[in-house]
C-alpha cells in the first residue's frame, strides 16, 4: 500500500513515509488496522479533555523518546556489526527492539495508562504484550513476531549472565540479526505513529476548535525525572522540552510532529564525542536520524 494511502487513512495531515508496512502487509491488513484503532480512539476522543490531553501527552512523549533512543542502539548495532564488536551485538538489537515495543504499547487506545506501574512493565510482560497486541494487525504477525521478540531477549540473557565459547555461533540461525532487529523495531515504530494520528484525527473530529492545556500533575515528572536505586536525576534537556511543549501542545500530535527539530538535534547530539576530533572511526550519531521514525 503506498505511503500517501496509509496517511489518508489515518485522517492526518502530516505526510509520512511507511516503509515497513508498506512492504510487509497487505492493504486489507492496514485498512482493517486503522479502521479498529480509530474504533477504539472514539470513546476517548469524544470526552476528551485537559486531563485526557496531558495523559496522552506524557504517553506520545515517552514513547518519541523510545523511539529515538532505539534509533541510537539501531545505528549502533550497525556501526558494531561493521566493526567487529560482536560482544555488543546482542544488547544492542534486543533494547532497540523493547524500547519500539514500549513505545508501540504507550501508544495503544486499549492500554490503560497506570502512571509509573505501565513505564515500570517487566520485559518479559512487554514482549508478551506486544506479541499479542500485534495480532490486531493480523495473527500471522503474532504467531511471527513474537517468538523473534523471546528470542532477542534470550539471547542477550545468555550473554548477560553466561558466556558460550562459541559466541553468538551458538544461536546458529536463529539468531536474531541486526537487520531484523531493525526491520521489527521499525514496524512497530510505524504501528506508533499510526496510533497517535488515529487520536489526533478523533480528537479533531469531536473538538474541531478546542484547543486543550496540559496540567500540572505528578505524572508530568515521569517525562524528566529518573529514579534509580542511589539518586533521583532531573534531565535540563526533557524539563526545556516539556516546557516547550506546555507552551505550544494543544491537543494529540503523532510522533512525527512531536520530532521538532530541536529536539532531535540535541537528543543525538547529546551522543556525540565530547571533544571535536573528527576521525572517520569515530561512531556518527548523527547518522541515520530516520532509521526508525521518518524524521529530517
Not at 533494547?95 to 509509573?116: Q, V
Not at 516546557?243 to 527539530?261: I, N, S
Amino acid at each position: 500500500m503506498d505511503s500517501d494511502f496509509i496517511v489518508a487513512l489515518t485522517g492526518s495531515s502530516l505526510s509520512y513515509n511507511y516503509r515497513e508496512l508498506a512492504s510487509r502487509c497487505s492493504d486489507s491488513e492496514i485498512e482493517n488496522y486503522i479502521r479498529r484503532t480509530r474504533d477504539l480512539f472514539d470513546p476517548i476522543a469524544r470526552e476528551f479533555s485537559d486531563a485526557h490531553n496531558t495523559e496522552w501527552f506524557i504517553r506520545s512523549y515517552l514513547a518519541l523518546k523510545y523511539v529515538l533512543g532505539s534509533t541510537v542502539l539501531a545505528n549502533s548495532a550497525e556501526y558494531a556489526e561493521n566493526r567487529n564488536l560482536q560482544v555488543t551485538l546482542p544488547y544492542l538489537r534486543y533494547y532497540a527492539i523493547l524500547n519500539c515495543s514500549r513505545s508501540f504499547l504507550l501508544t495503544l487506545p486499549c492500554l490503560d495508562w497506570r502512571g509509573e506501574k505501565t513505564i515500570e512493565m517487566t520485559h518479559s510482560n512487554i514482549l508478551n504484550l506486544t506479541g499479542d497486541k500485534l495480532k490486531r494487525l493480523g495473527q500471522r504477525y503474532e504467531d511471527s513476531l513474537k517468538p523473534r521478540l523471546l528470542a532477542a531477549k534470550d539471547q542477550r540473557e545468555l550473554f548477560s549472565y553466561r558466556f558460550p565459547s562459541s559466541g553468538l555461533g551458538i544461536f546458529g540461525d536463529d539468531i536474531v540479526s541486526v537487520d531484523e532487529a531493525v526491520s521489527i523495531a521499525r514496524l512497530l515504530t510505524e504501528l506508533a505513529q499510526i496510533n497517535l494520528a488515529c487520536l489526533e484525527n478523533r480528537v479533531g473530529k469531536y473538538h474541531p476548535e478546542k484547543k486543550f492545556g496540559l496540567l500540572d500533575i505528578d505524572d508530568m515528572w515521569h517525562t524528566m525525572r529518573y529514579d534509580s536505586n542511589t539518586a533521583s536525576l532531573i534531565d535540563d534537556e526533557d524539563y526545556s522540552r516539556v516546557a516547550y511543549f506546555v507552551r505550544k501542545y494543544r491537543g494529540p500530535a503523532c510522533l512525527a510532529a512531536l520530532a521538532t527539530d530541536g529536539l532531535v538535534d540535541e537528543f543525538f547530539g547529546a551522543w556525540s564525542p565530547v571533544d571535536d576530533t573528527d576521525d572517520a572511526g569515530d561512531f556518527n550519531a548523527d547518522r541515520q536520524w530516520n532509521l526508525l521514525l521518518d524524521v529530517w
